[in-house]
């Protein structure tokens, strides 16, 4: 508990400094406009627009920071997103691999980590097989393809599918 306790602090110490520099630049360049002449009406609004959103960032940045403070104190942090498939089934004894990458929507969105079929060498009497994926940073949804499934016989192509929480 010491050493997440200790991660959280050193996480918001290293925050505030950047904040802190980033506000210390901001504040320097306002101060060296505000000489007579040098401070216009779009100088003050260039201020005013590069303020608003270093507050923005900041307060973004203090919410991410406090829920990776909650995850970490909860030990909760950094957990991958595996995501397991239903079995599907090929013949017997097939050799496995991915037709192209899973896709999914409308748009035809392409799952972007890579996808391991277990097993990728069915044995001679099984032919039941599935997919795992580390979902972790994907958009959650069902993802869809094909694997062909190859013996001496031919390949046949079977439809899959796999939901990323």
């Known amino acids: 508990m010491e050493a997440r ?3 959280v602090l050193q996480s918001y110490n290293a925050l505030t400094s950047s904040l802190l520099d980033q506000w210390s630049t901001l504040a320097s360049r306002s101060v060296s406009r505000l000489d007579p002449g040098v401070f216009t009406p779009s100088g003050a609004v260039q201020e005013t627009v590069a303020c608003a959103t270093l507050a923005t960032e900041a307060a973004w940045s ?10 970490n104190l909860c030990g909760l942090e950094y957990g ?3 995501a397991e498939s239903q079995p599907f089934h090929a013949p017997k004894g097939a ?11 409308p748009g ?8 391991s079929i277990e097993p990728a060498q069915l044995e ?11 979902g972790t940073g994907c958009r959650g949804g069902t993802y869809v393809g094909k694997v062909k499934a190859t013996t001496q016989e031919g390949t046949v192509e079977v439809f899959v599918w796999i939901t990323i929480p």
């Open 95 to 105: 050799t496995l691999e991915l037709a192209g990458p899973l896709v999914k929507g």
């Open 124 to 134: 001679p009497d099984d032919t039941e097989f599935k997919l795992c994926v580390d």
């Open 80 to 82: 991958p997103n595996i």
């Open 62 to 71: 203090w919410t991410a920071c406090w829920w990776e403070s909650v995850a």
């Open 5 to 7: 306790f200790s991660d």
């Open 108 to 115: 035809m969105a392409k799952l972007g980590v890579p996808v």
